[in-house]
């Protein structure tokens, strides 16, 4: 059963950091992508940011401020926020794309991490 697990969220000051955490376990054999997403209260989840064999793609709300990494065995993937805004305030979810036996791929959220920035 793969497990997606985020930590790292919290709450801070407009021009502060933080770093989130992801890892993914259990039966996980071949990993394709992961990334960051988020959603504000009343909005749509969005892209944060991914890594997909080390090639990133960022929105353009966080780039510059943001930098997405992965660990060298490949089941983590870290999310560096620098320069937060109050409007990077969301629940920030971590995604977790795993290639199949059959050639497919199959999505895998974690529950999410709560990042709160103040004014």
């Known amino acids: 059963q793969v497990q997606v697990v985020e930590s790292g969220g919290g709450l801070v000051r407009t021009g502060e950091s933080l770093r989130l955490s992801c890892t993914a376990s259990?039966?996980?054999?071949?990993?394709?992508?992961m990334g960051w997403y988020r959603q504000a209260p009343g909005e749509q989840r969005e892209l944060v940011a991914t890594?997909?064999?080390?090639?990133?793609d960022y929105a353009d709300s966080v780039k510059g401020r943001f930098t997405i990494s992965r660990d060298n065995a490949g089941n983590t993937v870290y999310l560096r926020m620098n320069s937060l805004k109050p409007e990077d305030t969301a629940l920030y979810y971590c995604?977790?794309?795993?290639?199949?036996?059959?050639?497919?791929?199959?999505?895998?959220w974690g529950q999410g991490t709560q990042v709160t920035v103040s004014s």
């Open positions: 259990g039966g996980v054999l071949s990993i394709k992508t």
């Open positions: 995604l977790t794309v795993l290639w199949t036996v059959t050639g497919t791929t199959q999505n895998y």
């Open positions: 890594v997909t064999r080390g090639s990133t």
